[in-house]
């Protein structure tokens, strides 16, 4: 949620936003407050990503936008994790709706009512997973029982010309959006994946 690995000098590194969360608690994500001089921050992980990715064939496209994004002012992380969000949705062209569950007032447990009531909220009949945690502690039973079908991600990381060599996977998407022109990102983006039949894995 409050950072992300990018490539500084060919090697992986982490970017961070301090938070103010205590280990263990039941806060909601959307309540968690950045901690600290958060501009300050912000100004810094910009200046890295201008040094660090300035010359990619990406950089002068995609980086206006983020940090005209990072430049507002936040105090909770989701607005910041939101607004980064809706902003490489845009640059990627992908026009899928988002939808706050918090702003429906949605409630239910999240292994297996909550996930039902959203898709009866958007009138919707399939729910697709990523490749997270959500696999392990859905109620897949409770879920289909109620005539939700569930689908899974499959997935294909997209390969892209790097300063890093061997390439470097599992970075966040800035990485491809700094390193590849604003075409070449939708499509590589639109074709890494797809999806299938849900089968429970195990981490």
Known sequence: MNRNRILIHGEIKWLSMPVDYAAGSKQ???DIKLSGDVKKHLRHHLNILRTNYGRCRGFQT??????????????FLFDLDFEILQYFLSYLEIKTPV????????AGKKEDTLIVNIVDSVKANHILLGLGKSNEYINEENIQRSGV??????FSHPVYSQFAKPFIKNLSAIDLLMHVPREKACYLIKNCGGYKKFKRTLY
């Open 149 to 154: 079908k569930i689908l899974s991600q499959k």
């Open 99 to 106: 939808y706050l569950a918090s702003e429906w007032h949605i």
């Open 62 to 75: 995609c980086f206006p936008g983020l940090e005209f994004v990072m430049s507002k002012d936040y105090r």
């Open 28 to 30: 909601k994500i959307k």
